[in-house]
């Protein structure tokens, strides 16, 4: 029997060439320490990525993996997956490559809900081209592109997701290791397209960008951690809060010691609620008036592209019994001669 493998195992023998400080560093070791728990054998991993910083990515995995082009990557993996459906497939990219010139391919790849788990680095900044504002920037924020500050409204990833049609949703930070792993394998158990939103520094372009949410400091106050079942509430003792949804809308209350948040109206967390608009509002939450949410928003099943695909070719190679022999369908139906 073959010895389990470990972390090493799925550790590159190039050179890790981000910038110091970058939370692609994080994501990376925590992604490496987490392939070996999903017991999946090695031949079996793909990690697919576009362009831009995190498409370094497949580099450094010592698995399969393509180095795609500029948004595609979710095309590509749709390619990888529906032709191989025993691979387990990872998709990353970046708030630039996803949301921008790769909106398109992202938005069908998640309506199609291909069984696959595409990973989103969002630092809020085109890194690998030196510092442009990408689709997710705050209004306002001056970059090389935007001297006088950003005038698009952002796109929120979650929302454009969930939107979509998306059946698995979630969000996690760089630096928190153990959220990030627990992210990771629920994004891997789930039956569909798994999109998840990490969180990322840019220390170069845009540092402390996350800051409140990954200082260990201020992260309990800043940020809401999702548990299924359990009432929206965050900060630490003397200073609890919660979220109450009403109509679609969230708001804050304030919590005394002791009191009982869901007999205060505080709303109660339902990952699989029959309407998207519960995740929506979750979504919607931003600094300063609101916490920053993190953990699986929304998580739901409904039948799978690459399932439904391979059942269609069976039917199909059935009716016209040739089995999957090109040479045959060729030669099938209507044919004629040209001399």
């Given amino acids: 029997m073959a010895a389990p493998l470990t972390r090493k195992d799925f550790v590159t023998d190039q050179d890790v060439r981000w910038c110091p400080g970058c939370g692609d560093y994080s994501i990376l070791s925590n992604v490496q320490k987490v392939m070996p728990e999903l017991e999946v054998p090695k031949e079996n991993i793909v990690f697919v990525s576009g362009i831009g910083c995190s498409s370094r990515?497949?580099?450094?995995?010592?698995?399969?993996?393509?180095?795609?082009?500029?948004?595609?990557?979710?095309?590509?993996?749709?390619?990888?997956?529906?032709?191989?459906?025993?691979?387990?497939?990872?998709?990353?990219?970046?708030?630039?490559?996803?949301?921008?010139?790769?909106g398109n391919h992202l938005l069908h790849t998640l309506r199609r809900n291909v069984n696959l788990q595409i990973l989103l680095f969002n630092n809020r900044v085109y890194g690998l081209t030196k510092g442009q504002y990408s689709p997710t920037s705050r209004e306002g924020m001056r970059t090389k592109s935007s001297p006088q500050g950003a005038i698009d409204h952002p796109v929120d990833p979650l929302a454009f997701a969930l939107g979509a049609g998306a059946t698995f949703v979630a969000r996690?930070?760089?630096?928190?290791?153990?959220?990030?792993?627990?992210?990771?394998?629920?994004?891997?158990?789930?039956?569909?397209?798994?999109?998840?939103?990490?969180?990322?520094?840019?220390?170069?372009?845009?540092?402390?960008?996350?800051?409140?949410?990954?200082?260990?400091?201020?992260?309990?106050?800043?940020?809401?951690?999702?548990?299924?079942?359990?009432?929206?509430?965050?900060?630490?003792?003397?200073?609890?809060?919660?979220?109450?949804?009403?109509?679609?809308?969230?708001?804050?209350?304030?919590?005394r010691d002791g009191e009982d948040p869901v007999a205060a109206g505080v709303a109660v967390h339902d990952e699989a609620h029959v309407s998207p608009s519960f995740a929506f509002a979750l979504a919607s939450m931003q600094r300063p008036d609101f916490p920053v949410a993190t953990g699986v928003l929304r998580a739901v099943e409904k039948p799978q592209y690459d399932q439904m695909l391979a059942e269609q070719m069976g039917e199909a190679a059935d009716q016209v019994g040739t089995s999957g022999d090109l040479r045959a369908l060729l030669h099938t139906g209507d044919t004629w001669t040209v001399e």
């Fill in 172 to 255: 996690t930070i760089d630096v928190d290791a153990p959220h990030l792993q627990a992210t990771l394998h629920r994004a891997h158990a789930h039956p569909g397209t798994a999109f998840v939103e990490i969180l990322q520094n840019c220390p170069v372009y845009n540092d402390a960008e996350w800051a409140e949410v990954e200082d260990r400091k201020t992260r309990t106050q800043a940020s809401l951690t999702l548990e299924n079942g359990e009432p929206l509430v965050f900060g630490a003792a003397g200073n609890r809060r919660g979220v109450r949804i009403q109509d679609g809308v969230p708001s804050v209350v304030e919590l």
């Fill in 57 to 102: 990515f497949p580099y450094y995995m010592d698995t399969y993996g393509f180095h795609t082009i500029h948004g595609r990557a979710p095309a590509f993996a749709t390619g990888i997956k529906t032709a191989r459906p025993e691979l387990s497939v990872w998709v990353v990219t970046g708030d630039g490559d996803g949301l921008s010139i790769g």
